[in-house]
């Protein structure tokens, strides 16, 4: 229906020779981007007191939850809330609206049925309220408040994943980017945490749940790093906003008795890796990965909804291609050859029937002719035999009359001469 | 992607809205999102799409090598194209890590023909149906919009004939057509055939002739600090004139492309000579982002609303509760259902009507029939009863011939029997 222009591409890229200039195209959208500014939802899943405030609080280096605006573990929640604070953070002239969106109550209560229903409701509303922006007649100003990550919290058990773990994490990774963490990783010994990370894993793989994975790049260097990353899963976390010197260093970090946990030391937690891979490498790519695969999921499972209502299911198969009015149309068109299929044979029906009847009025006509010229051939025999009659007669009665007038003419002549006769006594 | 991202973010609000900024106590790291995103988007490629507009034989063609420092397909076009056509090509460029899909339009037989009134339709139905393609792309279920090849027209180059004195009416028409679905930048083609004066008062009179009668031209914004002062010096500078050329000619110790005339060279590269810089810098590098920003969130949103007005969609019903997507579509969808029972009910009414009134006329002509032939049986009767009575009239005239006869007969029989009588009496005496 719609033709696309024919061009010819030529497969090969060209070389310019002389500099054109697009190449500056990058820094326009680098310039528009820092003019439009960012933004970002993260958002935070665990049980209380998995220190998930204090991680938020390390990775953004300010503090989000403080004594104004408290976090919501210091609130005594019933039920499974979800909540968001908004701050607007400014950085080298760029700036990032964050979002964090938390979950207080999550896995607190005794029975933790459907605890994470508040959850994937929060994630569906968020895609609605995108959905409607998007379609409406006049857009405006549309704000991307879709959930673009999601933190898991693992609690520090050493031994695997728990039920509830395992049962939100199968739910939601077909919404959000899901990236589980163990939280307090400084519980944990090295070695323990290596067969964590690696039971994790395989529970993982086990249950098919796809948390969020790195893109490949063709850059080896970048390939390299991702690859060292991808082994570190499920990324082991400490956090905390106070400074304490070490060796002379200032370091973020947990002091205990027998040392100090160092947010920001690899070797200590993946703080640092998580930081990197969520902030400074990856945020584009899990906006990128939220818009075109999580939400695309939910728009056309919604849509296919709306447009399948009373059509037959055998028929949808195709459908998902086609836009709901594409699909509207395309059933016009159908309608219309139906219509059309459907005229012609009451056409047909109708001339047929007409045809018939005059067939009959014509016979019915030739039969009547018929007759009326048999009864006038009739009659006109009638009249001819009359004619003939009629002839007949008159001859006849010339015939006789002249032979009358002859015996008269006789009579009248011997009459005459018997005078004459007696006359001349011619009578013995 | 690319799109669809902007389109996202694009016209995010900047401070959030019941957002409070918060300090940040050391370095997090996130000044890199703009980083991330050009890397993604140099990864993805970047698409251009311009469209020359113009009569034939303006140099539109050698404009675009010129300007693209390349020499792209196609032969020059004859004056007797029957209407207006567009002809379409795509190139993939790059430079240094920059890859661009370069699609550039050209408007064939524009300004031929000798009624031109239809000129400007075939470029509006061009523009109008890239458009529609999108549109048709972004209503999809099931949509891949982040690799969709966008054939949306991002600069319209609007060459104007170098007569020196004024707009073409041809010109204002199809630009006032255009202004509304595409950026338009205005040049003047072939600018070495205008004197330094005649071009300055040329320039003004096109300027206030385009003021007049409302034409909207792209301007080159002026809300980035960055760009603002050069953006809004060029954009007095509008209409450029440009010459073109891809053949080179050396000045000084360097080749330059130029064309030669015998009093002199024109240097396309040097900015005393003609615009060509300007408009390449205005074009390529410094807005060629702007204008396909533009495009997308201004000219396609002005077609996206009016094609969904004409379908009938609304943003909020009578009440002004408003609409969800679902409820719009399957409103729409009863509405449709409904329209298309009543098509097939009137169909099936106007047969019936139809059935009904043959009949009527078939025993009419049924009827006549019977009439005739009543008639006609009647006059059939009146003929018989004449013929009875004829008969019976030469019937009597039969009989009374016969009476006549028979008394006749009688009587010459009598008469000869007394003749006889009489003749034997006067034998019998004259025997005596």
Known sequence: MIERPDSAVSSVARNLEGYVGFANLPNQVYRKSVKRGFEFTLMVVGESGLGKSTLINSLFLTDLYSKDYPGPSQRIKKTVQVEQSKVLIKEGGVQLTLTIVDTPGFGDAVDNSNCWQPVINYIDSKFEDFLNAESRVNRRQMPDNRVHCCLYFIAPSGHGLKPLDIEFM?????????IPLIAKADTLTPEECQLFKKQIMKEIQEHKIKIYEFPDTEDDEDSKLIRKIKEKMPLAVVGSNVVIEVNGRKVRGRQYPWGVAEVENGEHCDFTVLRNMLIRTHMQDLKDVTNNVHYENYRSKKLAAVTCNGVDATKNKGQLTKSPLAQMEEERREHVMKMKKMETEMEQVFEMKVKEKKQKLKDSEAELERRHEQMKKNLEAQYKELEEKRRQFEEERNNWESQQRILEQQKLDS???MEKNKKKGKIF | MQERTMAATEIARQAGEGARGVPLSGHVGFDSMPDQLVNKSVNHGF???????????????TLMDTLFNTKFEGEPTQHNQPGVQLKSNTYELQESNVRLKLTVVNTVGFGDQINKEDS???????????????????????????????????????FIAPTGHSLKSLDLVTMKKLDSKVNIIPIIAKSDAISKSELAKFKIKITSELVSNGVQIYQFPTDDETVAEINSTMNGHLPFAVVGSTEEVKIGNKMVRARQYPWGTVQVENENHCDFVKLREMLIRVNMEDLREQTHTRHYELYRRCK??????????????????????????????????????EMRQMFVQRVKEKEAELKEAEKELHEKFDRLKKLHQDEKKKLEDKKKALDDELNGFKQKKTAAELLQAQNQQAGSSATLKKDKERKK
Not at chain 2, 332 to 342: I, S, T
Request: proline share 2%; net charge negative; hydrophobic share 30%.
């Open chain 2, 120 to 158: 400007y339709k075939s470029i509006v139905e061009f523009i109008d149906t890239q458009f529609e393609a999108y549109l048709q792309e972004e209503l999809k279920i099931k949509r891949t919009l982040h690799s969709y090849h966008d054939t949306r027209i991002h600069a319209c180059l609007y």
């Open chain 2, 47 to 61: 698409c251009f799409n311009i469209l020359c507009v113009g009569e034939t034989g303006l140099g539109k063609s």
């Open chain 1, 415 to 417: 009459s005459k001469t």
């Open chain 1, 170 to 178: 199968k739910r939601l990774h077909d919404k959000v980017n899901v």
């Open chain 2, 308 to 345: 969904l007005e004409e379908m009938g969609f609304k943003d909020t019903d009578p009440d002004s509760k408003p609409f969800s997507l679902q409820e719009t579509y399957e409103a729409k969808r009863n509405e449709f259902m409904g329209e298309l029972q009543k098509k097939e009910e």
